[in-house]
């Protein structure tokens, strides 16, 4: 249970809501009381027990059902809760990096916050984590920033249930009590137990485990969580504002977790549980269901001086992106060796044939023509393969370069449309284009994709019938439209045919690599435009469209 240091950690200050002045700093009064317990914390040689004194000292003078003191590291950016108690019962502390709520608004400003009635003015709170002593969330609240030579080291704050419950001097009483911790703090901090070079060892530690790319997550014996960096946090898609300190990854609290993140939190549970059980290093990979990601986990226990189990280190990261990289090369070297086998073969066995006609004597020209036409046709068929697979290579790595000059799209399209023609007597190709619809493209590139759709068209219309290509502008953008006559696509197919390898159930029966669509979106993408297919259904024809920018 670490509802203390959540509640802190819950979202923004309402706007016009009053926060203590720099000139109200200087007026506070200084109490007796105050004053007093202020010499009393000089003497004090452990930080738990300052926190235990300043707590004893402010409930003489307020509300302290819910007290935490919390110290900030600037190079990491990290808020370390050092000690909390709620009901009288002393809780464990925790870290977070600093986002934006309450207890980071504080340190982030170096301003002190009084809020009377949280129901209506306080902070969002997303996810409640509450001890079972407190009958909800807190209604009042005063946090006041820890500082030294004018940096901000930490925070203290006060929480009560009762509306309304604190004054603003009651706000003052607390800074001049958080002055005077401060110092005892630095002495504590600069003092020989700790020294000079442990601190700065600390401080880069801390900074490394905040600005890791990969996610980490610390849990206790309980299975609750007391630490998490950044890349944890955008991991299991938290917002800043989000209480997860003491939080269990326990699914009757996941109704609480944002959507995207509860998945996340699915796969972390068994590996959470595992560890707890075994006490042994976890590795294991899952994949979240739901959601096409698959995240690596890395679980290390943790042990105090006497051997017992203390917690778990848990670092995880999203391998999506390289499982897919994996399986794209199984189904590259899968296309490779059946795709590429056919033309290969075929090539070979006619160039056999032909040296064993010129061995024997018995070549006739129409043979040699023939043969040779073959190996033509073949070649041109793997070089079209080795093109794809070397497109798709640049694409999935990132590297699909463009060679932008002033475009005529009319008349690419009457040029290819009219080369396409002369290939064959059963259709009918039309083209309807204005003029001067000028952009600066990549002419290769869109005479590929354009070269791509037509030939589908012709390919999916094995019964010949007209083929319409349509030119239009729309706004700022030119709209390509190639209509054919032919087989059509199931409903749902549609809009998956420019997916990696994807082969709707109508066309499986005509060859393909199931590639050149992929590689038609991924260019029409990159030059900032978008590409689709439309059919009522099998048999009904089909449509394809891509637009792009006409500026630059």
């Not at 930080?47 to 190079?75: G, K, N, P, S, W």
């Not at 485990?209 to 996610?215: E, G, P, S």
């Not at 050149?516 to 435009?529: D, F, P, S, V």
Request: hydrophobic residues 40%; aromatic residues 6%; charged residues 25%.
């Amino acid at each position: 249970m670490q509802r203390p240091a959540s509640a802190a950690e819950t979202g923004s200050p309402p706007p016009g809501k009053p926060t203590a002045s720099s000139r109200g700093r200087r007026s506070r009064p200084r109490t007796v009381g105050v004053s007093t317990a202020g010499w009393s914390l000089v003497g004090t040689h452990d930080l738990i027990e300052l926190c235990r004194l300043v707590h004893q000292t402010i409930a003489r003078e307020m509300d302290a059902t819910i007290f935490f003191l919390a110290t900030y590291d600037e190079t990491s950016r990290t808020v370390q809760v050092v000690w909390q108690v709620e009901n009288g019962e002393e809780l464990s502390g925790g870290s977070f990096p600093l986002g934006t709520g309450l207890t980071s608004q504080v340190i982030s400003s170096g301003e002190p916050r009084l809020i009377g009635n949280w129901s209506v003015e306080g902070p969002r709170v997303q996810v409640q984590y509450a001890s079972p002593a407190g009958p909800s969330l807190p209604e009042s609240a005063v946090a006041v920033p820890l500082k030294l030579a004018g940096n901000t080291i930490g925070l203290m704050c006060v929480e009560s249930y009762r509306q309304n419950a604190y004054s603003y001097s009651n706000l003052h009483a607390l800074e001049v009590l958080a002055d005077e911790a401060a110092i005892v703090m630095a002495g504590l901090n600069y003092s020989e137990r700790l020294g000079a070079q442990v601190g700065r060892r600390v401080s880069e530690l801390e900074a490394i485990l905040a600005n890791m790319a990969d996610a980490l997550l610390i849990i206790d014996s309980r299975g609750c969580l007391v630490r998490l960096n950044r890349a944890a946090r955008d991991l299991l898609c938290l917002d800043e504002s989000t209480i997860v300190l003491g939080q269990p990854f326990e699914e009757k609290q996941w109704d609480n977790w944002p959507p995207e993140g509860r998945a996340a939190a699915e796969g972390l549970r068994p590996v959470v549980e595992r560890l707890q059980q075994t006490q042994e290093p976890q590795e294991v990979e899952v994949e979240l269901p739901g959601v096409r990601r698959v995240l690596s986990f890395r679980a290390t226990p943790l042990h105090d001086v006497d051997g017992a189990f203390t917690g778990g280190v848990i670092v995880f990261r999203d391998v999506t992106g390289e499982r897919d990289v994996e399986r794209l090369k199984d189904d590259m070297f899968s296309m490779a060796s059946h795709d590429l086998k056919t033309p290969a073969t075929v090539i070979k066995v006619q160039a056999q044939r032909l040296k064993r006609r010129f061995n024997t004597g018995s070549a006739e020209q129409d043979d040699v023509e023939e043969g040779l036409t073959m190996i033509a046709d073949q070649a041109d068929r793997l070089s079209k393969l080795l093109n794809l697979l070397l497109d798709l290579s640049r694409i999935e790595a990132g590297r699909l370069s463009l060679d932008r000059t002033a475009t005529d799209l009319r008349g690419m399209l009457i040029s290819m449309a009219r080369a396409l023609q002369s290939t064959t007597d059963s259709h009918v190709i039309e083209v309807d284009a204005p003029m001067g619809v000028i952009g600066h493209w990549d002419a290769r590139r869109l005479e590929e994709v354009i070269q791509n759709l037509l030939n589908n068209a012709v390919k999916y219309s094995p019964m010949g019938g007209g083929i319409h290509v349509r030119l239009r502008t729309e706004g700022q953008n030119a709209v390509v439209t190639i209509r054919d006559s032919g087989i059509g696509l199931a409903s749902d197919d549609a809009p998956h045919v420019f997916e990696r390898f994807f082969r709707g159930r109508e066309i499986r029966r005509v060859e393909g690599a199931g590639l050149g669509l992929y590689i038609c979106q991924a260019i029409i993408a990159a030059h900032g435009g978008r590409i689709w297919a439309q059919s009522k259904g099998p048999g009904t024809r089909s449509t394809s469209t891509f637009c792009l920018p006409l500026a630059e």
